[in-house]
């Protein structure tokens, strides 16, 4: 079975540019999380999607970032313009199930590089 | 083997020695606790997990620990081998809630 994946892998950009980060879930599963990890502190949450409908956007740091998950399968994390502070790894992740019964599975991440 | 009383960021271990990480929590609401593992270049890797109605549970060659009254989650490897270097973040989920909330990570180095 394929797990989470993500891409790019890596991305550099200048501050005020666009990116666009993708994510593909486990097959068949219904949510979709993306954390964040800044300058090696704690993986915080962004926002869940079950299927296509964000469940939970708590996280979402400002309105510099636009999640999408067209039809409930991959999603993808817009930032624009792009600021230093948003370098970090992105990690998406996904699962299947009730919360406190389930496994989240991460995908690699992407590393995000703000000059 | 080596403890860390308070969470620290690193721990060093030796080859064959036993490790134990600490995580302190915050919400008394969590009710179900998980710890991961990352390793260089990939994402968080589910070790193991323990609900807030056990203080124990077992795995292979870890063993996670949870003390309520103090809020505080450890996470204990036995005979620490080369492939355990990697960093470890804790997790809580409240009841009820989708969202993970992590610790800072703690870098584990085995010494050869």
């Known amino acids: 079975e394929a797990g989470v994946t993500q891409f790019p892998s890596h991305s550099v950009i200048e501050k005020g540019q666009t990116v666009t980060l993708r994510c593909d879930p486990i097959s068949g599963h219904d949510n979709l999380y993306w954390y964040r990890r800044v300058m090696g502190k704690e993986i915080k949450f962004l926002l869940h999607f079950v299927k296509e409908s964000k469940q939970d956007e708590s996280g979402m740091p400002n309105n510099r970032f636009l999640a999408e998950r067209t039809g409930g399968t991959y999603s993808t994390l817009k930032v624009q313009p792009a600021e230093l502070e948003d370098s970090g790894v992105y990690f998406c992740a996904s699962s299947q199930g009730d919360p406190g019964t389930y496994e989240q599975y991460f995908g690699p991440g992407t590393r995000l590089t703000v000059t | 083997g080596e403890s860390v009383g308070l969470h620290l960021p690193t721990l060093s271990v030796q080859e064959g020695d036993n490790s134990i990480i600490n995580c302190a929590y915050s919400?008394?609401?969590?009710?179900?606790f998980i710890w991961y593992k990352q390793e260089s270049g990939k994402g968080p890797q589910f070790i193991i997990d323990?609900?807030?109605?056990?203080d124990k549970r077992q795995g292979q060659r870890v063993t996670v620990l949870l003390n309520k009254t103090v809020k505080h989650l450890s996470l204990q490897i036995a005979a620490t081998q080369p492939g355990d270097s990697a960093v470890y973040f804790c997790?809580?989920?409240?009841?009820?809630?989708?969202?993970?909330?992590f610790g800072a990570g703690t870098t584990v180095t085995v010494r050869a």
């Open positions: 919400n008394s609401a969590s009710d179900y």
């Open positions: 997790a809580e989920n409240m009841k009820g809630d989708y969202k993970l909330s």
């Open positions: 323990i609900r807030s109605n056990m």
